[in-house]
């Protein structure tokens, strides 16, 4: 039998990895890496090279579901399509805004696109978000204002080659972001230093030159105390500075405060470690820094996020070949989802919902005028459910059950809702609640692009076709706006979505067409026109995207009596350690798809809470013990892990497992300016528990998750898209 | 003999688990026992996976009991059928990378793997009584003819395959070192 | 016909193994090799040794454990194949009509040690118990001791420190060609082999 070869993009982490789908008899068979793509050169990860089962999985969703008696029932798309249309008409005469959509940052772009388009014209209401919000929301709030731009400045080719000092803040890049780490380890290999800043001793963290072991929220201090030293040692050019930003002397006031003395005291950093680190980034004539969740994940996420662009700007290290701000990007088409405007405040092309000279466009392309009113994020919609303001809410390849803060809260709100919608590949623990499930076609069933990290838009082909009657995303929003009376959506291709991408934001999208993408490795936006070879250092002369062209210093405001790390529920005598949050590499977010994958879930079966030795001894915990831990929200259980990769007093989860749902203890806590809450920090306890208490949580869990509903819904259907 | 093994590089690797699922994969295809044969090993400079050497005079093969542990050609190939999984093998590696692992025969998959070299804690003491105890090494993917499937799929290109004349090169350029630094520590006297 | 169905008498017929502590290093051969599970080998931390059980009602008498254990601590008489020889007899019969009954009296029987322990060798590196002692012993006659005394996690652990060096980097002029193994102070230090790991977990519930 014949075995073709389909070429197209990983569908995990932002990195983009280049791939070859081996398709055989309408099955996919096997991964080869792409030699010639320009970030993965010829690598792959196992998730990568092994998450490929779940496209095939007899688990996947082949009809849309109704509930009809408190039961799931397989239904055809009229009756399903009906049913929805119905209900969204009634909330559109009523009030528009009661609906709200969560968008998927695993769709492609034409998906997100049609996503918003669809709240947003046929709905008529701003309420649409995506999960930027849980990660990158503080870049957007942090970064437009500063530098004009939240994207990532340059390519992580510049990374291995260019680079001199890489800076590491808030990221276990080896195993989020593999083959980015790939090319910081290319770098070292070159000489180039590595600054690490991790409370965890992360791969990266033992690899690095200076490992910064700076607490959990101790982000501020650290890095103005970085500056401070920057700016005592002569080691900032003023001039120019002041030449390209503006600001500097409000930012130079404020560092003065923070001396490595007492950024000692707060985070317990040692000031030689910190001043070398300080020496290493501000002497170096290349320096990048990466950063992700562990930067952004707070309570003052921007805050953050404004300190790091300062650092970067003051020590001038943007607009030139491998140095720049590197927000890695958790999602395969985060960046593309947050570019075509699946977010409450902007439109497509991040043009404010309420600048009405930029409207005009979309007024003009779409004949109808986008709703001016900034829409609701996603984490205030279980507030907003909660006070009766949303009714319906359409999730579109999400699983916020799982992934959302303070899940108890959010799962109490779904009940309230008149109808919940969700459209995604298999049941997750969100459609396991709906009332309506629509089945969607997975990222090697269709057409379309991803944007990566780095900005750069791929070409994602299809290689087999659905199973059973499973659609692309984009037909499925296109059907239900034809349901619903509006002719907003004649689409037959998603190329001729990409073109009315293009006609609408034409600074970015213009020259980047299908027949440029499906040749080459790639363009990365902005690109105006199809003469254009695509930008991969933004910023370059030093012209930033702000109104005035020049860069903003906003100085990061303190609190003189602040003498510990900046976190919301600090720990106190009854929840005495701090709880963070985040990924390992065998597994992918809430696990709806690489817990499927027989190879990734051998080598990461079970949760392990990641807990310090001296913690341990005082708790009485050996390694290989079940803990239950508990926050001032829930409780859950797993199997304790003792290890020095977490610093004493604070443990260490991951949102992977409906067993151990983390997200059932983060908190609400939310950063005024962007929304995202506060995942990185609960106050936390751990005790030791018996194996039948133990079961005994798993079974309330498996109860509270329906897990026993995900089994495999019309078999019979499955060889029918063969 | 010419002989070939796969030494990593410690300041390549990331950790990524890629050879550790490869290695699962390609053995559970051949049939054999699906865990991993590389062992991911922290050190305070970070995780390295170790596996099998293929020393020429394997302890491992001398010293077990069944005779499961053979020197074929250029591989010390341990055979699965015969292996009782007694462990004395594990204690006479001399770099620890063989350990014993359980598998479970079910009728529905084959053997499908209920422990993993990665995670050693996950496993319950029921499960240990149902399983099968089993010696597994690296075989250096003998049945392959490309070769070693985790030398293949590691992203930053850590694990390396060494031959002879590899080593012969190191040989050469440990011993041009050491010269030199005799005549170095001549000169300084 | 059927009326009186052969019987063969199990404790007539039945080889028993023939038990010799003083050779015995408890090094788990028999145990991985018995097909009845006759024989179990199981650690207890907390004596620091490593229980042998033998369960004379399971032995089928195959022979197994004597051909594979290493020192000659076992031996069967009379040989294996007799019982062999009448399991392959009552399985080809078509009607089942040939039983083969259970050891009726023990008598013979209570002379077998039931039950022996040996100490347990404690890793030099991070003082977990990993291995009988005994074997240790046994391979020390012809291994080298220096990689023994050390159980599987940290050799390797010690294999992965002294990689670079040995092999793919070269000694620089004058430097100290060995690090000393685990300098990091305790990093990773608890993350042990699941042989022992996973059974003291056994001994904890």
């Known amino acids: 039998m014949t075995v073709h070869r389909v070429r197209t993009i990983c569908p995990y982490c932002g990195v983009g990895c280049g791939l070859y789908l081996l398709v055989e008899q309408g099955r996919i068979v096997g991964v080869e890496a792409d030699p010639e793509h320009p970030v993965s050169q010829g690598g792959l990860c196992l998730k990568g090279y092994y998450g490929y089962n779940h496209v095939g999985d ?665 | 003999m010419p002989r070939q093994f796969i030494i990593p590089d410690k300041a390549k690797c990331l950790g990524c688990c890629t050879c550790l699922a490869a290695c699962m994969l390609t053995h559970r295809e051949e049939g054999a026992v699906p865990c991993p044969r590389l062992f991911l090993t922290p050190t305070a400079q970070g995780s390295v996976p170790l596996q099998c050497r293929q020393c020429d005079q394997a302890p491992c093969a001398e010293v077990c009991p069944v005779h499961a542990i053979e020197v074929q050609g250029e591989v010390v190939v341990l055979n699965e059928k015969k292996c009782v999984g007694c462990g004395i093998c594990v204690l006479a590696c001399p770099i620890g990378c063989i350990e014993i692992q359980a598998a479970r025969q079910t009728a529905a998959t084959g053997i499908t793997l209920t422990t993993s070299i990665l995670l050693p804690l996950t496993r319950s003491e029921q499960d240990e009584k149902k399983m099968r105890k089993i010696a597994v090494k690296c075989n250096m993917c003998y049945f392959r003819p490309e070769g070693p499937a985790c030398v293949k799929v590691c992203p930053t290109e850590a694990l390396r395959l060494v031959d002879e004349e590899d080593i012969r090169f190191w040989n050469l350029q440990r011993r041009q070192a050491y010269a030199s630094s005799i005549g170095f520590q001549g000169a300084a006297e | 016909m059927a009326e009186n169905p052969p019987v063969i008498n199990h404790l007539q017929t039945r080889p028993q193994p023939v038990y010799r502590q003083d050779l015995c290093i408890a090094c788990g051969a028999c145990v991985g090799a018995c097909r009845a599970s006759a024989r179990t080998l199981r650690p207890d931390f907390e004596k620091a040794r490593v229980i042998w059980r033998f369960v004379p009602e399971a032995c089928t008498g195959c022979g197994r454990c004597a051909r594979y254990c290493s020192t000659g601590a076992i031996t069967i008489t009379p040989p294996g194949h007799l019982h062999e020889y009448f399991q392959i007899i009552r399985r080809y019969c078509p009607t089942g009509a040939i039983t083969i009954t259970p050891p009726a009296d023990e008598l013979t029987l209570s002379k077998a040690v039931k039950e022996t322990s040996f100490p347990l060798q404690k890793c030099s590196c991070c003082g977990n118990h990993y291995a009988s002692a005994f074997a240790i012993a046994h391979l020390a006659t012809f291994l080298p001791d220096t990689f023994l005394s050390t159980c599987t996690a940290c050799r390797r652990s010690k294999t992965a420190h002294s990689l670079t060096l040995q092999l793919l980097k070269i000694h620089p002029p004058n430097s100290p060609a060995d690090v000393p193994v685990r300098d990091s102070g305790s990093l990773f230090e608890s993350r042990v082999s699941y042989r022992t790991e996973g059974s003291k977990r056994g001994r904890a519930r």
């Not at chain 1, 919902?353 to 986008?370: A, C, E, I, L």
């Not at chain 1, 980047?512 to 933004?538: F, M, Q, S």
């Not at chain 1, 109104?547 to 303190?558: D, E, F, M, N, R």
Request: one cysteine or more.
């Open chain 1, 58 to 722: 007899p688990r996947r969703l082949q009809t849309p579901l109704i509930r009809k008696d408190g039961m799931l029932v397989p239904a055809t798309w009229n009756e399903a399509l009906n049913f929805i249309a119905e209900h969204l008409i009634r909330v559109r005469r009523q009030d528009p805004d009661a609906f709200a959509l969560i968008a998927s940052a695993k769709g492609t772009n034409e998906d997100s696109f049609a996503a918003q388009k669809f709240a947003r014209v046929v709905m008529g209401t701003n309420n649409v978000d995506c999960c930027a919000r849980l990660c990158h929301a503080p870049s957007v709030a942090g970064l437009v204002p500063t530098l004009g731009s939240a994207a990532t400045t340059n390519t992580i080719e510049e990374i291995g080659s260019v680079t001199e000092t890489i800076f590491i803040i808030g990221s276990n890049t080896s195993e989020c972001h593999p083959l980015v780490a790939a090319h910081v380890i290319k770098a070292r290999e070159r000489g180039a230093k590595l600054i690490v800043a991790d409370p965890r001793h992360t791969e990266m963290a033992a690899r690095a030159d200076i490992w910064l072991r700076v607490p959990v929220g101790g982000n501020i201090p650290l890095i103005n105390g970085i500056m401070h030293i920057l700016m005592r040692d002569g080691l900032i050019n003023t001039i120019r500075v002041n030449r390209m930003a503006a600001g500097f002397d409000a930012l130079a006031a404020n560092l003065a405060e923070w001396t490595p003395e007492r950024v000692e005291n707060i985070t317990g950093v040692p000031r030689a470690d910190l001043q070398a680190a300080a020496h290493l980034y501000g002497k170096a004539s290349t320096a990048a820094i990466l950063y992700a969740m562990g930067v952004t994940q707070f309570a003052n996420g921007t805050e953050n996020v404004l300190a790091l662009a300062n650092l970067a700007i003051i020590t001038g290290h943007l607009g030139r070949s491998g140095t720049g701000l590197f927000p890695l990007r958790g999602q395969n088409n985060i960046q593309g989802t947050c570019d075509m405007g699946c977010l409450p405040d902007f439109l497509p092309g991040y043009v404010h919902v309420g600048s009405s000279q930029k409207q005009t466009r979309f007024s003009h392309v779409w004949s109808v005028k986008p709703p001016s009113k900034p829409g609701i994020r996603a984490t205030e919609i279980s507030e907003g459910i909660m006070q009766g303001k949303i009714r319906v809410l359409y999730v579109f390849g999400a699983n916020p059950v799982l992934s959302g803060p303070d899940t108890g809260y959010l799962m109490k709100a779904l009940e309230r809702l008149d109808l919940l919608i969700v459209q995604d590949i298999f049941l997750t623990e969100t459609a396991r609640l709906a009332g309506v499930v629509l089945p969607a076609a997975c990222a090697a069933e269709k057409d379309g692009t991803f944007t990566n990290t780095e900005r750069r838009i791929q070409r994602v082909r299809m290689a087999v076709p659905p199973p059973g009657d499973a659609r692309p995303d984009w037909r499925i929003f296109s059907e239900l706006a034809r349901e619903m009376g509006s002719s907003a959506f004649p689409y037959r291709s998603p190329e001729e979505i990409w073109g009315e991408i293009r006609l609408l934001i034409p600074e970015r999208f213009g020259g980047v067409a299908y027949k440029r993408l499906n040749d080459g490795p790639g363009i990365l936006w902005p690109c105006p026109d199809e003469a254009h070879p695509g930008t991969p250092i933004l910023y370059s002369d030093n012209v930033f995207l702000t109104p005035s062209g020049k860069a903003q210093l906003k100085p990061v405001p303190i609190d003189p009596e602040q003498t510990s790390a900046g976190i919301v529920e600090k720990p106190d005598k009854d929840y005495p350690l701090v709880l963070t949050t985040g990924r390992r590499v065998y597994h992918y977010h809430t696990g709806t798809i690489t817990r499927k994958e027989w190879v990734l879930n051998q080598i990461g079966p079970e949760e392990l809470v990641e807990i310090n030795p001296e913690d341990g001894r005082r708790k009485g915990i050996r390694n290989g013990d079940l803990v239950r831990v508990c926050t001032r929200r829930g409780l859950i259980s797993a199997r304790a892990w003792i290890t020095d990769r977490v610093p004493p007093g604070t443990i260490f989860m991951t949102f992977h497992f409906w067993e151990a749902p983390v997200n059932e203890l983060t908190g609400r806590a939310q950063d005024p300016v962007c929304g995202i809450p506060e995942l990185k920090a609960s106050a936390a306890d751990i005790k030791s528990i018996s194996s039948v208490d133990a079961r005994m949580i798993r079974r309330q869990k498996k109860e509270r998750y329906l897990v026993s509903l995900e089994v495999p819904v019309n078999r019979r259907n499955v060889t029918k898209g063969d």
